[in-house]
């Protein structure tokens, strides 16, 4: 756990002293998270969704994320216009309180409290949940949120040319065989490379003087992906018959994990708002550090 919170918090303040430092150019941000969402996203996806195992009874587990993303883009987009947001503001804030960082901070937290009979509940929700709404509707969010051309072909077009979907693609067609162990290799460490670049992209682009501005919205993200997910997810899943306890608690904590990174990234790169996307990242993995514990009490 003490290593997880070093690599988040070194990552991010090395990402706010670099900007400060004027030693990196003002398009640090962009490039890195170009290479997150074109090389190690889609490292990540090959490597972790081809060595996934299907188990059919963790099947309802790995829905769940996907209810927190539409109950985050019907919360937000309801409420939202109505306390003055932008449109660009409402996508960043359906971006980041609709994608829950299941896997560099869900899997260490989850293990540290639930132990490692836990995991494999976690990885499930992780790899089918996340992965596959940050592959597919998220992107597709995302790209017709800020295109101009909102023509389905076209939108269709970026979601099917998005080297993450893409690698998702492949590693499903490609699950039945085994790869060479040197392919595991590299697509590994390819992929580790993902949370400390994107950690670092979202410091470059935190500015904390901003947060006196963005307050409503940050309450109302927050709040959303700390709180009201969760108990959302509690409830939907009291309504299924012969959940075992383990998998209800596990559900339940990784709906309560803080925004995604790669999310936040996602947003930045189509212009969705990129301060505010950082601001929930950089604000909502300390917290949630404090309000995951919380919850697993509450449950308790």
Same mark, same amino acid.
């Given at each position: 756990m003490s290593q997880l919170v070093g690599v988040l918090a070194a990552s991010l303040i090395l990402g706010a002293i670099a900007r400060r430092s004027g030693r990196f150019p003002e398009q640090t941000a962009l490039v890195l998270n170009a290479y997150v969402l074109n090389v190690a996203l889609p490292a990540l996806v090959l490597r972790s969704v081809h060595r996934l195992t299907l188990v059919p009874e963790l099947l309802v587990a790995a829905v769940t994320p996907w209810f927190v993303f539409g109950g985050a883009w019907l919360f937000f987009r309801t409420l939202g216009p109505r306390l003055g947001f932008t449109?660009?503001? +409402?996508?960043? &804030?359906? @971006? $980041?309180?609709? %994608?829950?960082?299941?896997?560099? !901070?869900? %899997?260490?937290?989850?293990?540290?409290?639930m132990g490692r009979e836990g995991l494999q509940v976690a990885v499930v929700i992780d790899q089918l949940g996340s992965f596959l709404a940050l592959g597919t509707v998220a992107t597709l969010f995302a790209a017709r949120a800020a295109a101009k051309d909102a023509r389905p072909r076209t939108l269709l077009k970026k979601v099917l040319g998005f080297p993450p979907f893409i690698a998702l693609v492949i590693a499903f067609l490609l699950h039945p065989w085994a790869w060479p162990a040197w392919v595991d290799v590299v697509l590994g460490r390819l992929g580790d490379l993902l949370t400390p670049l994107a950690l670092f992209?979202?410091?470059?682009? &935190?500015?904390?003087?901003? +947060?006196?501005?963005? +307050?409503?919205?940050? !309450?109302?993200?927050?709040?959303?992906?700390?709180?009201?997910?969760?108990?959302?997810?509690?409830l939907l899943l009291l309504l299924v018959p012969g959940m075992s306890r383990l998998t209800f608690d596990v559900s339940v904590l990784q709906a309560a994990m803080a925004?995604?990174? $790669?999310?936040?990234? @996602?947003?930045? =790169?189509?212009?969705? =708002?990129?301060? %505010?996307?950082?601001?929930? +990242?950089?604000?909502?993995i300390p917290l949630s550090f404090a309000t995951v514990p919380c919850a697993l009490w509450l449950l308790h």
């Open positions: 449109p660009q503001t +409402v996508a960043a &804030l359906v @971006l $980041t309180g609709g %994608l829950s960082n299941t896997a560099f !901070v869900g %899997l260490p937290l989850i293990e540290g409290l992209s979202v410091g470059f682009q &935190l500015r904390f003087s901003q +947060v006196k501005g963005r +307050v409503r919205a940050l !309450v109302l993200g927050l709040g959303y992906k700390l709180a009201l997910a969760p108990l959302a997810i509690a925004p995604m990174v $790669t999310g936040a990234i @996602l947003a930045a =790169d189509h212009g969705l =708002d990129p301060e %505010l996307s950082a601001l929930m +990242v950089g604000l909502g």
